[in-house]
C-alpha cells in the first residue's frame, strides 16, 4: 500500500497545481486569451491518430501566440524537434503545428497517459500500477510521433492515387495547345484532391511573383515523400528550361506513375493473406480447436 499511496499523492499534487495554476490565471487580473481553433482535417487519417493531430495543430496553435505555459521549455528534446522538422513537411503539417508544440503535447500526452494508466493499474495492484504508469507515459509519449506518421502515410497513398491523373490531364493540355500553366488551372480547378490544391497553392506563387516556376515546383515535389514526383518535377523544369517536348515527358511520367501503382496496389493485395494470418490464428483457431477437441477432453475426463 505505500506504493499505492506514494503515486496517489503524487498525483494529487500534480493536479492540485494545475488547478491551483489555472485558477491563478482566471482571477488574477491578467488578460485571458481565448483562442478559438477550426477544428482541422487530415484526410485519410481517422481515430486516435486524428484526434492526436488535431491536439499537436491546437498546442502549437497556442504555444505559437504565448497562450500557454511549455512544460517542455527546459527539457534537452533536440533531436524530437529535429526529428519532427524532417516530418512535417511531408506529412503535410507545415505552417499548422511546430517543433515547441509538438514537443509540449508529446509531454502532455505523457503526463496524461501515465496518470491515466497508474489509475487503472491500482485498482488491481501496486505492481500494475506502476507498470500501468510507465506504459501509460510511453504511449502518450509516442501518440504524436505516430500520427505524424500515419499523416504522412495518407499523404503519400493520396498522390499515389492523384499523381498520374495530374500528369495526364496535364499531358493531355499541352497536346492541345495549351501552355504548361493553363493546363495547370484546368487541372486545380476541375478537381478536388489534396495534390490538386498544392498544385494550384503552387500555381498562385509563380504567377503572383512569390516564387519561380522551378522553385514553386521544386518545393511541390519536397513537401511529399515520392522520388517519383521529384524525377518528374526535374524533367518538366529541364523541358521548361530548353525547350523539348513537355507533352513527351508528362506522358512518360503519367506511365511510370501509373505502373508504379498497380505494383502497390498488388504488393498490398499480396500482403493481406499474411496480414489475415493474425486475426485467424487469436480468434478463430482457439474456437475451432474447443470446438473438435472440446467433446475428446469431456470424454476423457470422464474416463478418469
Not at 489555472?22 to 488574477?28: D, E, G, N, P, V
Not at 477550426?38 to 484526434?51: H, K, Q, R, T
Not at 498497380?262 to 499480396?270: F, L, P, S
Amino acid at each position: 500500500m505505500t506504493v499505492l499511496a506514494l503515486a496517489a499523492c503524487v498525483l494529487a499534487c500534480a493536479a492540485g497545481a494545475c488547478a491551483g495554476s489555472m485558477l491563478t490565471r482566471r482571477f488574477a487580473g491578467r488578460p485571458k486569451h481565448r483562442i478559438s481553433v477550426a477544428a482541422p482535417s487530415f484526410p485519410g487519417v481517422s481515430g486516435l491518430d486524428a484526434a492526436c493531430l488535431a491536439y499537436l495543430v491546437s498546442t502549437s496553435k497556442r504555444v505559437s501566440l504565448h497562450a500557454t505555459s511549455l512544460l517542455s521549455r527546459r527539457l534537452p528534446l533536440r533531436r524530437a524537434r529535429a526529428s519532427f522538422g524532417a516530418c512535417a513537411e511531408k506529412a503535410g503539417l507545415s505552417g499548422r503545428a511546430s517543433a515547441d508544440g509538438y514537443c509540449e503535447a508529446s509531454l502532455r500526452l505523457a503526463f496524461a497517459g501515465a496518470a491515466g494508466g497508474a489509475l487503472l493499474g491500482a485498482v488491481a495492484s501496486n505492481e500494475l500500477a506502476i507498470a500501468g504508469c510507465a506504459a501509460g507515459a510511453l504511449f502518450g509519449a509516442s501518440a504524436p510521433r505516430r500520427a505524424v506518421a500515419s499523416a504522412r502515410k495518407a499523404r503519400n497513398l493520396s498522390l499515389e492515387r492523384s499523381l498520374s491523373e495530374m500528369l495526364e490531364v496535364v499531358a493531355l493540355g499541352v497536346r492541345s495547345g495549351l501552355s504548361f500553366d493553363r493546363s495547370m488551372q484546368l487541372y486545380a480547378a476541375h478537381f478536388d484532391d489534396a495534390l490538386s490544391r498544392e498544385c494550384a497553392s503552387a500555381l498562385q506563387l509563380w504567377e503572383t511573383g512569390m516564387a519561380s516556376r522551378g522553385d514553386a515546383l521544386r518545393s511541390l515535389a519536397a513537401s511529399y515523400d515520392s522520388a517519383l514526383l521529384s524525377r518528374t518535377v526535374a524533367a518538366i523544369t529541364r523541358s521548361l528550361r530548353f525547350g523539348t517536348s513537355l507533352g513527351d515527358v508528362l506522358e512518360q511520367a503519367a506511365d511510370e506513375a501509373r505502373v508504379a501503382r498497380c505494383a502497390q496496389v498488388e504488393e498490398r493485395v499480396a500482403k493481406a493473406p499474411v496480414k489475415m494470418m493474425i486475426p485467424t490464428g487469436v480468434l478463430i483457431l482457439p474456437a475451432m480447436l474447443l470446438l473438435v477437441l472440446g467433446p475428446v477432453l469431456l470424454e476423457l475426463m470422464k474416463g478418469m
